[in-house]
């Protein structure tokens, strides 16, 4: 039986296990997938685990999505330019590292038919996905990304990456076709306190557990489109599951269940 994890501190709130369970399943897979929890000094040993054929494959979590960078023989251009890996396989003999947050965010904005194509984008927060959701905007072709984060450096720090973007202060509103909250206020019910002031915008929301935040539920009142998370986190989890099976599982109203 092959064995997938993910991993990350803390881990428990993670819905990729039933996700991929029920992948396994429905596809007659003889494979299990399990969380666990690591600190930092266990992350060499168990991505070598991988190399001894132990387990077939693991997704990373936030803090290590940058940590196991270089415990990896070789990643993707997505990792080269998110500094960011959540899907690890191995090929051969070598230990590959990839980054489907990228592509899932994309294609979780095309099922949910929203088009970012010359529009102006406000992301809020500089943690450790944004970088995946500015590569993801950019091979859209948006016209403008303005990133804010209540620490202004760690914004700063994602613009040497991606220069063209524009760091404006926290609070600071900027005129914009969607905003995107990247933050984790939201997760507990609390509220960014920030003054929109907009209707007809896009309000995105990578959180989808609440599945209405703060933020989605007020600019919904104030007559704006809403979206959650909820498809970014289906189509990563989807990608990576099509590079260890080798086969796109389906997403379907069985599938949307399980949220
Ligand atoms: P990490 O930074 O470890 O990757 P994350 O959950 O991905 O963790 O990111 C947390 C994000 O939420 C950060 O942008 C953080 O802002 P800071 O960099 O200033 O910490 C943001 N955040 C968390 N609590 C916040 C709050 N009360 N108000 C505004 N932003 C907050």
């Known amino acids: 039986m092959k064995k997938f994890f993910v991993i990350g501190n803390p881990i428990k709130h993670s819905l990729s296990p039933e996700l991929h369970n029920f992948w396994l399943k429905k596809n007659k897979i003889d494979a299990i ?7 930092d000094n266990e992350l060499e ?3 070598n685990k991988l190399r001894n054929d132990e387990i077939h494959g693991i997704n990373v979590t936030v803090p290590f999505k940058n940590k196991v960078i270089k415990y990896l023989d070789k990643y993707s251009l997505e990792v ?12 051969g003999d070598e230990i590959i590292g990839h980054n489907t947050d990228v592509a899932g965010f994309e294609l979780g904005l095309r099922h949910s038919k929203i088009n970012t194509l010359h529009k102006t984008i406000f992301i809020l ?8 959701i500015i590569y993801s905007l950019i091979g859209m072709g948006c016209k403008k990304i303005f990133l804010t984060n209540r620490t202004i450096a760690k914004a700063e720090n994602i613009k040497k990456k991606f220069k063209d973007i524009e760091v404006i202060k926290w609070g600071e509103i900027p005129d914009f076709d969607i905003v995107i909250n990247a933050t984790s206020v ?6 960014l306190g ?7 915008k896009i309000f995105y ?9 703060q933020f989605l539920k007020k600019a919904k009142e104030s007559g704006n489109k809403i979206e959650n998370g909820k498809f970014m986190f289906i189509y990563q989890a989807n990608q990576s599951f099509s590079i260890w099976n ?7 109203e069985e599938v949307l269940k399980i949220f």
């Open 33 to 39: 997938y399990e969380k666990i929890k690591l600190e």
């Open 45 to 47: 040993d168990f991505i």
């Open 80 to 91: 080269e330019e998110t500094d960011s890996v959540n899907t690890i396989y191995k090929n």
């Open 125 to 132: 927060g500089a943690g450790g996905v944004v970088p995946s």
């Open 186 to 191: 939201g997760l507990k019910g609390d509220s």
């Open 194 to 200: 920030l003054d929109f002031q907009v209707k007809d």
């Open 205 to 213: 929301d990578v959180i989808y557990n609440p599945k209405e935040t």
């Open 246 to 252: 080798n086969t796109i599982p389906k997403i379907d």
